[in-house]
Structures are given as C-alpha cells and as structure tokens.
Nanobody, 122 residues
Framework: QVQLVESGGGLVQAGDSLRLSCAAS???????????MGWFRQAPGKEREFVAR????????RYADSVKGRFTISRDNAKNTVYLQMNSLKPEDTAVYYC????????????WGQGTQVTVSS
C-alpha cells in the first residue's frame, strides 16, 4: 500500500493562489519516481473531475481545460512529493482535491489520498 497525504488547502478569495502538496510514502524506497501522479477534485453533488497529470520523469504533463494556464503540476521525486500550484483561483475551483498515484503509468490510479478542501469565495 502507498499512503498519500494532501495538504495546503484552505479558504481564499477569488484571484488568490494556493499550492497543494501530496506527500507519498511507499513501502519500498524509490518507487515514487516510477509512478505517474495525478490531481483530481470533487465538488459537492458533482462527479470526480480530472485536474492534472504528470509522468514519472515530468516529461509528459496534461491539464483539464478548465484549469489550463492557471494551475501547474510538478513533482520532486527526491522528496516523494507532487505539487499543484493554483493561481487565479475562481469560485468554480471550490472542491476537495485529491492526489492519486498510477504505478503502471497507464492511466489507472491505484492509490488515493484523503483529500484537502479548497474553498474560493467571491
């Protein structure tokens, strides 16, 4: 089992910025660098939504259209951590944000964190 712990959420005003962090603990050292990582979010009454994905080496990155140009995903494999820099936040970004790990790098996320709440007021 891989443990993922998100942090950095909070209550902010529209236009503000937040940086979310996801710290991974793998049972076998060094595995984090082999995982593709993703960020998802879920607002009340809505389905889980893809936000961003980063490949093992950070060469391949993609974003949902709704956050493109505002959010940046990055990773520090030495720290077993993935980040989501969120700029120009909008009320529509309000959701619980989850990080997830894809050990196979094939788009199937096996491990999920508990989530961190992001609330953006107008």
């Amino acid at each position: 089992q891989v443990q993922l712990v998100e942090s950095g959420g909070g209550l902010v005003q529209a236009g503000d910025s937040l940086r979310l962090s996801c710290a991974a603990s793998t049972r076998t050292a060094g595995l984090f660098s082999s995982y593709a990582m993703g960020w998802f979010r879920q607002a009340p009454g809505k389905e889980r939504e893809f936000v961003a994905r980063i490949s093992q080496s950070a060469v391949i990155i993609r974003y949902a259209d709704s956050v493109k140009g505002r959010f940046t995903i990055s990773r520090d494999n030495a720290k077993n951590t993935v980040y989501l820099q969120m700029n120009s936040l909008k009320p529509e970004d309000t959701a619980v944000y989850y990080c997830a790990a894809d050990p196979s790098s094939a788009g199937s996320y096996k491990y999920w964190g508990q989530g961190t709440q992001v609330t953006v007021s107008s």
